[in-house]
């Protein structure tokens, strides 16, 4: 995959998916904007050096999107990682609970993929979201419930926003993970068979093509990328 001379922003790029996805596309020559909340987070960023970093920007507040999307002329994909986990039953789940996952991944989605739309060049572009295992079978989200709401949103929305713009040249598509192996998810769950998880790097690997210029048909796709799980 080439993404020579391609800027590409990647939202969560922090994160342990994002970092992979990060040095994916730059291994591939693209040209990265990484958005970061915590000072500390880009203190410690592997890729600080080789990517542009936009601080302080919180992904629900239109106007730190804006930010992060203005002054670049040849945007070529859009990569929405940002999003929270929260486990909790339905009975001890609040009203501002539940809304904090839906802000958390879905309106960070939409607001930086409308974003996206309205900064891509007249030669199209692509969009990569990240939905959830629980997101696209829901009966996986027990225990989770507003967590797999907000990730089956990001599934219908990219399927949605899909049909909008294909004639636009803009392809959206999302990956729906099931637990990633991470340093975090093997803490929490140390009993798990961590072998069956899917690496960051594995998944990144796909998130990477549906990214690329070599993704020229696939579109309003939700790819299940769930490992051996």
């Known amino acids: 995959m080439n993404f020579a001379n391609k800027t590409v922003i990647v939202t969560g790029g922090t994160g342990a998916l994002g970092r992979a996805v990060v040095g994916a596309l730059l291994t591939a020559g693209a040209q990265c904007r990484v958005p970061y909340v915590v000072d500390a987070e880009a203190a410690t960023y592997p890729h600080k050096d080789r990517v542009t970093l936009i601080g302080h920007c919180e992904l629900t507040n239109e106007a730190d999107v804006a930010r992060l999307y203005d002054g670049v002329d040849d945007l070529w994909a859009s990569i929405h990682i940002a999003g929270g986990f929260a486990m909790g039953a339905v009975a001890d789940t609040d009203k501002t609970s539940m809304l904090d996952m839906l802000n ?4 960070t989605c939409y607001l930086c993929s409308r974003a996206a739309v309205q900064n891509f060049a007249t030669a199209g572009g692509r969009i990569v979201n990240i939905s959830a295992r629980p997101g696209i079978e829901p009966r996986h989200g027990g225990g ?4 797999a709401t907000s990730k089956a949103a990001v599934a ?4 949605s926003l899909a049909a909008e713009v294909a004639a636009m ?7 729906a993970p099931s637990i990633i192996d991470t340093p975090a998810n093997r803490a929490a769950m140390p009993k798990a068979d961590h072998a069956s998880w ?9 998130i990477a093509f549906l990214a690329s210029p070599d993704n020229k048909v696939t579109t309003g796709a939700i790819v299940p990328v769930p490992g051996r799980t």
């Open 169 to 175: 040249g803009i392809l959206v598509n999302a990956v």
């Open 144 to 147: 989770m419930a507003p967590y």
């Open 104 to 107: 958390t991944n879905f309106v």
């Open 156 to 159: 219908a929305f990219t399927q």
């Open 198 to 206: 899917p690496k960051p790097e594995e998944i990144a690997a796909t």
